[in-house]
Structures are given as structure tokens and as C-alpha cells.
């Protein structure tokens, strides 16, 4: 089901298009998916959506800053944090900044 192009799923709580799944990876869809409730989540969490049982936590960095190209298009950015003694992410809002003349 679509809404003007943009899967149905892909609307945040309050009804806003967060982003168009069609320009993401695979890889890029499951950690959304994890992200999307907007709390932190461990590197761990993050390693289990690349697929493969060798990947480090390196690589998921890698991934993070991949998709953060992407989503700041779209005035959101995965944040990286050392909370509990261990490597957090959590997906944010970024606000609008006058000074830019864009978010």
C-alpha cells in the first residue's frame, strides 16, 4: 500500500514520511527497522541485521555512516553513543537550523 509513492510503512507515529524505502540497502532496511523506535540499541542488535556471522563491530560502523549519508536527506541521523559500557545507536530527528536554510 502506498501513500504518494511512499510505502504506508514508512510513516513515523505522527503520520510524517520518515523516508522511501526504495533507496536503501537490504542491510540499511533491517537496521532501520530495529532504529525506528528510536531508543538505543547495541552494536550487537545492529550486527545481527548484516547477515553475516563474521562481521565485526567495525563494519557495522561502516553501515551506520553509510545510512546516515542517506537519511540526513531526509532530516534524520543515526547517533553513536558509549552508554552502559557499550557501543549504543539510536535514530534521531535533526532540527531545523536557520543558519543552514535546510534541515
Known amino acids: 500500500m502506498t501513500n504518494g509513492g511512499t510505502e504506508v510503512s514508512d510513516l513515523d507515529r505522527n503520520g510524517t514520511v520518515l ?20 531508543e538505543w ?16 563491530k567495525d563494519n557495522v560502523r561502516k553501515h ?16 553513536c553513543s558509549f552508554r552502559f559500557r557499550r557501543t549504543c545507536f539510536r535514530q534521531m530527528r535533526l532540527l531545523h537550523s536557520a543558519k543552514d536554510g535546510k534541515r
Request: charged share 40%; hydrophobic share 30%.
Open 19 to 38: 523516508v522511501e524505502r526504495s533507496e536503501f540497502t537490504p542491510t540499511q532496511k533491517r537496521m532501520l527497522a530495529v532504529l525506528h523506535d528510536g
Open 41 to 56: 540499541h547495541d552494536s550487537d542488535e545492529l550486527k545481527k541485521c548484516v547477515n553475516d556471522e563474521l562481521t565485526t
Open 64 to 79: 551506520v555512516d553509510l545510512l546516515n549519508k542517506r537519511l540526513r536527506r531526509h532530516g534524520r541521523e543515526v547517533v
